[in-house]
């Protein structure tokens, strides 16, 4: 299974229904709330956000090379191969 | 009554004569409005619970719930960024929700 990284807002509810439907799914992912870190942690994690999506919106799910913008399931199944 | 109930109750009293409606998924509402009274306690308003506030008012006056973007987004798209509020059509399933796109300039996001 390709690694799963999700970068999500802990205030989100779209990112919080990805959450629920990667772990229904038994999905072990790498979670990362940008709204909770600072400094320059949060800049380094806005620099890889931009650079893999070309924007910053939440959540963005990278699956393996895919990268989903958005809790598209549909689109999230397919890249999981599920 | 507990507080997301209380701010569920005061918005939509307050919205709907507008012509805005809360999502019919109340869960999602409620981790919404959750988000809404989060980002109040952390920054003093309501920024977007779906948007990365810089905890500066001004930088983040447009964002501030109900953002400068729900009307466009509502009639253009039947919802707001959030899908927190909904158009009439939406909420009487005469329409369908889509995704709706970040209409925010990226100058203002500022990262």
């Known amino acids: 299974m390709a690694p799963v990284k999700l970068y999500a807002l802990s205030t989100c509810g779209h990112c919080r229904n990805t959450k629920k439907f990667l772990d229904e799914c038994e999905i ?39 990268v989903i913008v958005g809790f598209h399931e549909d689109r999230i199944r397919e890249a999981l191969g599920l | 009554m507990s507080q997301v109930e209380k701010l569920y109750e005061s918005l939509k009293k307050l ?6 409606f809360f999502n019919p998924d109340k869960d999602l509402v409620f981790d919404l409005l959750r988000g809404l009274l989060t980002n109040k306690e952390r ?28 009307e466009p987004d509502v009639s253009e798209y039947g919802a707001c960024y959030c899908a927190l509020y909904v158009s009439k059509d939406v909420l009487e399933g005469k329409a369908s929700k889509v995704q709706v796109p970040e209409r ?5 996001m500022a990262f």
């Open chain 2, 104 to 108: 925010r300039p990226r100058e203002l």
């Open chain 2, 43 to 70: 920054y003093g308003y309501m920024s977007c619970p779906c948007r990365l506030a810089q905890a500066d008012r001004d930088k983040d006056r447009d964002i501030i719930c109900p953002c400068e973007y729900r």
């Open chain 1, 28 to 66: 072990s992912y790498d979670l990362v709330e940008v709204d909770l870190l600072e400094g320059q942690e949060r800049e380094d994690i806005l620099e890889e956000i931009k650079r893999i999506s070309q924007q910053c919106a939440f959540p963005t799910i990278v699956i393996g090379e895919k």
């Open chain 2, 15 to 20: 919205q709907e004569p507008k012509g805005y």
